[in-house]
């Protein structure tokens, strides 16, 4: 064991989480968390961990920033060609998390996936700053490609193509995964964290309890 690395840790001291801290409902104290992580100025709070499982059961995790969430789930955009877009064809469900270092925190958000409407995808594309939207159009996501010389090469091909009009490729759109279970962590001292989960019952309310760290 390396001593440099096992000796890491800190002492999470800045705040506490009990049961009637939280909201009854599992996406209003996501949003008051939200809330707090912008206003302390976390740096790239809308980041977060996305996991999925491929049909052999292999997962695989990257970062990718939210673009909304509301009672309906958590929504972002990606290429549905993807390793990720491969894998949530086979397997429906994935996790995210989100670690607010700054504030001690993290949430964690599991559930089924689905593809949000063409209409939201496409609303959406539009809203992307122009070079956004062609590098969508050229790059196959997730495929081999020989070198960066060849990649900017498909760049400049689709900004030849399209210029500053490109047009939302359909193999690229939205995910929203529509969460059964959530956990709110709030880092304390000497490893006891605070750990409150949310399970989604079936008449819609959650469940909240807590759990050991």
Do not use: C
Not at 2 to 30: C, G, H, K, V, W
Request: aromatic share 10%.
């Amino acid at each position: 064991m390396n001593p440099a690395i096992a000796d890491l840790r800190l002492e999470y001291s800045r705040a506490s989480l009990t049961e009637t801290d939280t909201d009854p409902d599992a996406i209003r104290q996501f949003a008051n968390w939200f809330e707090e992580a912008r206003k302390a100025e976390v740096p790239e709070a809308n980041a977060m961990n996305v996991s999925t499982v491929d049909a052999n059961g292999r997962p695989s995790s990257r970062i990718l920033l939210i673009k909304d969430f509301g009672p309906e789930g958590f929504t972002w955009f990606t290429n549905y060609h993807s390793r990720k877009g491969h894998d949530l064809d086979a397997n429906h469900y994935a996790a995210l998390l989100f670690f607010w270092i700054p504030l001690e925190r993290q949430v964690r958000i599991e559930g089924r996936v689905e593809r949000v409407p063409a209409a939201e995808s496409e609303a959406y594309f539009n809203s992307r700053p122009v070079g956004s939207r062609l590098g969508a159009i050229a790059s196959n996501q997730s495929e081999a490609i020989a070198d960066r010389a060849a990649l900017e090469k498909q760049y400049e091909q689709a900004q030849q193509q399209y210029g500053d009009q490109p047009k939302r490729p359909e193999h690229w759109g939205g995910y929203r995964l529509v969460p059964d279970a959530m956990e709110f962590w709030q880092g304390r001292p000497s490893r006891l964290h605070d750990r409150i989960q949310y399970l989604k019952q079936a008449d819609g309310s959650w469940l909240r309890r807590r759990l050991q760290p």
